[in-house]
């Protein structure tokens, strides 16, 4: 059974301090991670992948993924009340068409 | 400037009845998919279509059939709609497989079942 696990929160942060998200993941053999947002009422919006261990940056987002450790994990710089959201993990494996999505990670940016 | 778009966007039914929820993308994308989200629960798979002309099921199947129009239309279709699959229904598409292609979301169907 692949799973992935995500903290539900929800997890509240003051405006423009950094907010720390975290996925972990059961399979090895997955290669690939995706950061979905999801505002309430709407549907999960791409923020972005990473394929290698390491950090990946855009903006004020940062995912960081660590293999060996089996978890992967978005920062968010400068946190903004408009960064409230549901945040979603989503995993894949190369002999896998599908993702494995995380239940999501419910951020509050208080103001 | 479309991407994926669904139809309709609210529905309620009785037990019993049928429908069919429409999805195209506009994205020249080869892979297609369907998703309920019920909360606490996260995004589960009902299907997929690799490309035109093939479906897979996925993690949770029962209840539902699909069909592969085209490229562009991916259909769910409930034949006797039952309370448990009162829902929100997200269609996705991709470029291609292997999967580490990013998916992209229409703005999802909301369906009470009574």
């Known amino acids: 059974q692949k799973e992935v696990e995500q903290n539900s929160g929800p997890l509240s942060v003051p405006e423009g301090a950094i907010a720390s998200l975290n996925c972990t993941y059961s399979d090895r053999g997955s290669q690939s991670f995706f950061w979905y947002r999801q505002y309430s009422g709407k549907s999960p919006e791409l923020i972005m992948f990473i394929y290698s261990n390491g950090d990946k940056e855009d903006g004020r987002f940062t995912a960081q993924l660590n293999k060996a450790s089996q978890y992967v994990s978005l920062l968010i710089r400068d946190s903004q009340p408009s960064d409230s959201a549901t945040y979603l993990c989503a995993v894949t494996h190369n002999y896998g068409q599908n993702f494995v999505f995380g239940p999501g990670t419910r951020l509050s940016v208080l103001p | 400037n479309a991407g994926v778009t669904q139809t309709p966007k609210f529905q309620v039914l009785k037990t019993g009845q049928s429908m069919t929820l429409q999805c195209a993308q506009d994205m020249n994308h080869n892979s297609m998919y369907w998703y309920r989200q019920d909360p606490g629960m996260g995004l589960r798979l009902i299907y997929y279509?690799?490309?035109?002309?093939?479906?897979d099921k996925g993690e949770v199947p029962n209840g539902y059939n699909v069909s592969r129009l085209n490229k562009r239309e991916f259909s769910l279709r409930l034949e006797s709609a039952a309370p448990s699959q009162t829902s929100v229904y997200f269609c996705?598409?991709?470029?291609?497989?292997?999967?580490?292609?990013?998916?992209?979301f229409g703005d999802g169907t909301r369906l009470s079942i009574l």
């Open positions: 996705a598409s991709s470029k291609i497989v292997p999967s580490n292609q990013p998916q992209h």
């Open positions: 279509s690799a490309s035109e002309g093939t479906t």
